[in-house]
Nanobody, 122 residues
Framework: QVSLEESGGESVQPGGSLRLACEAS????????RGWFRQAPGKEREGVAI????????YADSVKGRFTISKDKAKSTTLYLQMNDLKAEDTGTYYC???????????????WGRGTQVTVSS
């Protein structure tokens, strides 16, 4: 019913920037709330940023001021995560997620992409 596909992950040096994209297909009413999560090797998955259907955003404290979640204005099916001033601790697999109901950074949304790898290393 919903398909999510991430792109944009790559290796970057500390202090660098990346923009991740998540292309969605399926029923729009099942994707009212969308977000980004990440999982580092050996660690639990954590919520990074969430955006709801009216554009209200929430961020993990660790990324506030550095990351920005947004939707493409022309193509609302595309979700972005602009990541600036990247740090080694931002390394991990980043997942796009969606749900028709609201969810928080510690929740488990219904729909998930397969992830894209971000590596921050000098």
């Amino acid at each position: 019913q919903v398909s999510l596909e991430e792109s944009g992950g790559e290796s970057v040096q500390p202090g660098g920037s990346l923009r991740l994209a998540c292309e969605a297909s399926g029923r729009p009413h099942l994707m009212y709330v969308r977000g980004w999560f990440r999982q580092a090797p050996g660690k639990e998955r954590e919520g990074v940023a969430i955006i709801d259907e009216v554009g209200i955003t929430r961020y993990a404290d660790s990324v506030k001021g550095r990351f920005t979640i947004s939707k493409d204005k022309a193509k609302s099916t595309t979700l972005y995560l602009q990541m600036n001033d990247l740090k080694a601790e931002d390394t991990g697999t980043y997942y796009c997620a969606a749900d028709r109901l609201d969810f928080g950074l510690k929740d488990n949304p219904t729909y998930w992409g397969r992830g894209t790898q971000v590596t921050v290393s000098s």
